[in-house]
């Protein structure tokens, strides 16, 4: 029988190429013909190429401003919308109004795409209704971005000074950014639904700075707010050591200690001080205090539904190409579901930053609340344009 095709069989001893099969049994093998020798020496050879492709980012920024005036990129850009490597050249101008791009497939030298205008009238930059799934995610993206860094430059950088119910204030919201910038890193790779889960935590926290945050011109009510937030992390945190320790895990006994005897430096602070401990609202009735409701449900909707209802499912399975193909479990989101959670991350994340900013006294507080004004335009925008593209027919996956 002929040999492999990409192997080769040689003789163990003289190195003889010999016309016989790989996976040929011992006692089936031949003696060599050169030498009689019936040992072998296998050879696969393996051949690969990789294509380097390349690119270049560059921000032009102020002293002391954050954001960039120009931003530039140019070289290879994967393009979901047409599921290959393109060439792209961007420049956004925002000292001169100007937006500039161009996208061209590397193997034909065909332009796909082409903008050149005003960065005013640019969709994704105020206005999004008619722009379509590819560019909305990709401006969503920026502005996921771009919120990240309005927080990281915002935020204190110590807590050194700060009151106790400063500090707690600064740890939730610290909380509240890693968890967004959790969402941000899931919606980089599609995962809208892994996200969805991330998001209530995500109100839930932001619910509790705005609690704080109400009562910032009231030193006693927020020390008393602060003392029956600690108050109930403790009450919450007990349960779960005693389940730990009743299924046998020794280290759960020193925490319910460690528990016990802040419970107990809590409850006397608060007899000090004539504070008395409850539990703390609920996170709807917290946010619909400021008009927010809908916001806290959206957000529950958005967690429960990837996990009972036919909402997620549908997300999650869809049907193979025939009866009898197999049902698809498809890891990536839909372009317009990944753009809707982070239009609701966003808007929860920024009033978070009003809430830091009114309990620290940031200096940027005026700043933060127009920027937040603009960030619910931009995703009243955004939920505008989805909505038309399911109005329209569209399957909302463009990007």
Same mark, same amino acid.
């Given at each position: 029988m002929?040999?492999?095709?990409?192997r080769r069989t040689l003789c163990g001893e003289c190195a003889a190429v010999l016309d016989e099969r790989s996976d040929l049994a011992v006692e089936q093998r031949r003696p060599c013909p050169s030498c009689g020798s019936l040992a072998r020496r296998f050879e696969l050879e393996l051949a690969g190429s990789v294509d380097l492709r390349s690119a270049l980012g560059l921000k032009a920024r102020h002293e002391g401003d954050s954001r960039p005036f120009v931003e530039h990129f140019s070289g290879a850009d994967f393009s979901t919308r047409w599921r290959r490597w393109m060439d792209k050249v961007r420049r956004i101008d925002r000292a001169n109004d100007r937006y500039d791009e161009v996208v061209t497939d590397p193997q034909t030298g065909e332009v796909m795409h082409e903008t050149h205008e005003p960065l005013s009238q640019h969709r994704g930059h105020g206005s999004v209704r008619s722009q379509s799934g590819?560019? !909305? =995610?990709?401006?969503?993206?920026?502005? =996921?971005?771009?919120?990240?860094a309005r927080a990281q430059s915002a935020r204190p950088r110590t807590s050194e000074g700060l009151t106790d119910a400063q500090t707690l204030a600064l740890g939730l919201f610290v909380a509240t950014f890693e968890v967004f910038l959790g969402v941000r890193a899931l919606l980089r790779e599609r995962l809208a639904e892994e996200a969805r889960m991330l998001s209530r935590t995500l109100l839930d926290d932001t619910a509790r700075l705005v609690w704080l945050a109400q009562v910032r011109n009231d030193p006693n009510e927020l020390d008393a707010r602060a003392l029956r937030f600690v108050f109930g992390s403790l009450e919450y945190e007990g349960p779960l050591m005693r389940a730990a320790r009743d299924n046998g895990y020794e280290w759960a006994e020193e925490e319910l200690e460690r528990i016990a005897g802040e419970l107990e430096f809590v409850r006397a602070e608060a007899r000090s001080k004539g504070i008395a401990l409850k539990r703390m609202p609920k996170p709807v009735d917290l946010l619909a205090s400021l008009g927010q409701k809908n916001l806290y449900y959206w957000h529950v909707r958005a967690s429960q539904s990837i996990h009972s209802s036919r909402v997620g499912f549908s997300a999650r399975f869809r049907p193979g190409a025939t009866a009898e193909s197999a049902i698809l479990i498809p890891l990536e989101s839909q372009s317009d579901e990944v753009a809707r959670v982070g239009a609701m991350a966003v808007q929860a994340f920024s009033l978070a930053m009003i809430a830091a900013a009114d309990l620290l006294g940031w200096?940027?507080?005026?700043?933060?609340?127009?920027? !937040?004004?603009r960030v619910v335009r931009l995703s009243a925008d955004l939920f505008a344009a989805i909505k038309d593209t399911r109005d329209e027919g569209g399957e909302g996956d463009l990007g």
């Open positions: 002929a040999a492999d095709a990409g590819s560019s !909305r =995610l990709t401006a969503f993206h920026a502005l =996921l971005d771009d919120v990240a200096e940027s507080r005026a700043e933060l609340i127009e920027y !937040r004004d």
